[in-house]
């Protein structure tokens, strides 16, 4: 894929609001893979970073003392008010926004296509994402610890993916569809049945 992030990104909201028209009332609060979240309140984060930039998140940080997770959380509750039909609409009028917070633009793939997922398994939806996004943010995440830990997870692996031409690391192998590799590698451990090889215990002990 090219350097340009956005287009993929853009398709993944789309695709995804589209999937979400059919959710029931109910279904909202299923949990999502994001850990302590339901279905509406990751949508709302997706759209909290859709709708933020780096001085406003500056700003928020502070607002926060600097404690992400409770500057998180309070994005999340104003994106949730009105119930999960507003949350909905809220997340259609930022589909092609090019805003976010500071940080590796990859991560803003990442978090689209990871959270899409997050939200997608809990309510049995298949979506087949860009594998060449999917090896990509596999591949950032992989390579440093500061957002999920990704490297540690995945060090001394051979990851490998079974429907793409795409691997990664050394040592025992863990080998699966790419999508279940990447969100191996983000923690979500529901992945972990999809894949095989004497890596796989491994990683599931991490």
């Known amino acids: 894929m090219t350097d340009d992030i956005w287009p993929v990104v853009h398709a993944e909201r789309r695709a995804l609001a589209t999937d979400l028209a059919f959710v029931t009332p109910e279904q909202w609060n299923t949990p999502s893979l994001s850990a302590g979240r339901t279905v509406q309140e990751t949508l709302a984060h997706l759209v909290a970073t859709a709708r933020m930039t780096p001085p406003r998140f500056l700003v928020k940080m502070a607002a926060a003392g600097f404690r992400f997770h409770r500057m998180s959380d309070k994005e999340v509750a104003v994106e949730c008010a009105g119930g999960p039909a507003a949350t909905l609409e809220r997340f259609r009028a930022v589909e092609n926004a090019t805003?976010?917070?500071p940080g590796p633009r990859l991560s803003w793939l990442g978090e689209t296509?990871?959270?899409?997922?997050?939200?997608?398994?809990?309510?049995?939806?298949?979506?087949?994402?860009?594998?060449?996004?999917?090896?990509?943010?596999?591949?950032?995440?992989?390579?440093?610890?500061?957002?999920?830990?990704?490297?540690?997870?995945?060090?001394?692996?051979?990851?490998?993916?079974?429907?793409a031409d795409w691997s990664r690391g050394s040592g025992p192998l863990v080998e699966g569809p790419a999508m279940a590799l990447l969100m191996a590698t983000a923690g979500r451990p529901q992945a972990l049945d999809e894949l095989r090889g004497p890596g796989v215990e491994t990683l599931r002990a991490r």
């Open 99 to 101: 805003s976010s917070p």
């Open 113 to 163: 296509i990871v959270h899409a997922e997050d939200i997608r398994r809990p309510l049995g939806f298949v979506h087949e994402y860009p594998l060449d996004a999917v090896t990509r943010v596999t591949d950032f995440y992989g390579s440093s610890n500061v957002l999920i830990g990704g490297k540690d997870r995945i060090a001394g692996l051979t990851l490998r993916a079974t429907d």
